[in-house]
Every structure is written in structure tokens, then in C-alpha cells.
């Protein structure tokens, strides 16, 4: 209606003195069960994304793309939190905060498994909940679960993929005389993927995938590349790219 457009203006071309929340979660408060505990996190996803989120996250991003990195559609999710005995409105209470979605604001959640220390799966999640449209970006992201100190996504999509089979050790394109007898004269028998992406962030990384290039990033812009990584993605590519944003964070990071 007439209001909502109003708000929907204001909020998308940011005219201060306008009431802008016309794109914002549905936060409800409830007393918590004595079984659930401080911490703990509940989730319910919707069957697919919405034509919404997918236009949000970019143009070509199809539910096929977000499904290959564990992203679903969050109808809502309870944070349950125990507040402290001074709390100036709930003290010494167990609440659930439960946040909904709306037509006009989508919450999308990466589930992604805990490893342990050897890599396989534990059973457990941690999850990566964005929240896209929020008007304060440092409230776009937060976690739960056992979130691992580093972490690099789709990099388990390149680990099982034999299109991105590594060199044998000793080889490289730098020793030419042993890399041409082996994998030709133009390397055209080198079984490495040409190029491996990596994003600076989590919707520039789905739009990457959706013009289908491999391609991983990093938890956060400013978190650093363990060796680790480099060298994994390193072995298994021809060239090893960073697209990061062309903003200050974005142009250091680079």
C-alpha cells in the first residue's frame, strides 16, 4: 500500500527523516523451556529460497547454486538467552528471542558441519546466518554453533571434485623441459582447473558461482588465508584469483 511503498522508498535510496523500517525483522519474546539452555539455537527453513532472496542475493543465482553451498531460506530462528540478575527488563529470565522473516526481509542461514581435528564430520553444525537486507551491515552476520576459527567455503565442493585433481609432487609449469614431456607442449593434458576464485565475500562468491567459475571464501574479508588453504587451492588450479570489493576494507584486503 501506500505506506509501505513510502517506507520501501526511504529504505532503498536512504532518506534521512523518513521511517525506514519498513525492511526489518519480526523479533518476539518467550520464556524459555527448562530443557532448552543458554546459548542453544533452533532453526526453521523454508522448502526452497525465495523469489525474493534469490534476486537479493543476484541476478543468476539459482536455488541449485545456493543448495551446492549448504544456503537455506530461515523462516525464523530462537536464540535462547539467559539474561543476568541486573538486567534492566528481563533479570535473572531464560527467554527465547525468536526472529522472523518477512515478504520484505529475508534471512538466509549456511549450515555447514563441525570437523574434527582430521577433517571428517562430526555430526554437529555450526551455522552462518546472513541477513542481507538489515540497514546496520555490522547486524548482518552472526553465528551459531562451535564456529571454527577458520574456515573457507566451497573448498569441500573442490576437494571432491576429480576436475580439480593436484600435480604430482615435484611438478609445476616453472620446470619446463619435465612439464612439457609429461602434460604437452601447452600443458593441454595438466588435469588442474584453469582458475580458482576466491571472493571476497558471501554474496559476490554465489554470483561468481552462478556465472559458474570454482570459487571459495573466506569466514570474513579480513580474516587471513592460512597456508594451508593457499597451498590446497594452489595445487589444484592454473591460476589462483581474489576478486575483493572495491571498498577501503576491500582495496586492503587486496
Request: glycine share 6%; hydrophobic share 30%.
Amino acid at each position: 500500500d501506500f505506506g509501505e511503498a513510502c517506507k520501501w522508498i526511504a529504505a532503498t535510496f536512504k532518506i534521512e527523516g523518513m521511517n525506514t523500517s519498513f525492511g526489518s525483522a519480526k523479533i518476539e519474546m518467550k520464556a524459555a523451556t527448562e530443557k532448552q539452555k543458554d546459548g542453544d539455537y533452533i532453526f526453521k527453513y523454508r522448502p526452497q529460497l525465495t523469489d525474493l532472496e534469490l534476486k537479493t542475493l543476484g541476478p543468476l543465482v539459482t536455488e541449485k547454486t545456493a543448495l551446492q553451498y549448504n544456503l537455506f531460506s530461515c523462516k525464523w530462528f530462537i536464540q535462547v538467552k539467559q539474561y543476568p540478575e541486573n538486567h534492566n527488563k528481563y533479570p535473572g529470565e531464560k527467554k527465547q528471542i525468536i526472529t522472523k522473516s518477512s515478504d520484505t526481509y529475508p534471512i538466509l542461514v549456511f549450515e555447514n558441519d563441525v570437523l574434527d581435528a582430521a577433517g571428517n564430520p562430526t555430526g554437529e553444525k555450526w551455522q552462518k546466518i546472513y541477513q542481507p537486507l538489515n540497514q546496520e551491515k555490522k547486524y548482518r552476520f552472526r553465528y551459531a554453533g562451535k564456529k571454527p576459527q577458520n574456515y573457507l567455503f566451497g573448498k569441500d565442493l573442490i576437494a571432491a571434485d576429480p576436475d580439480f585433481e593436484p600435480l604430482p609432487e615435484g611438478f609445476n609449469e616453472h620446470n619446463k623441459k619435465e612439464y612439457q614431456k609429461v602434460y604437452g607442449e601447452f600443458g593441454e593434458e595438466d588435469p588442474r582447473a584453469d582458475v580458482i576464485i576466491i571472493a571476497g565475500g558471501d554474496r559476490d562468491a554465489l554470483n561468481v558461482a552462478s556465472l559458474e567459475y570454482p570459487v571459495v571464501w573466506k569466514n570474513s574479508e579480513t580474516e587471513p588465508l592460512s597456508y594451508e588453504d593457499y597451498k590446497f587451492l594452489r595445487e589444484r588450479c592454473k591460476k589462483l584469483c581474489y576478486v575483493g570489493d572495491l571498498d577501503a576494507t576491500g582495496v586492503q584486503e587486496t
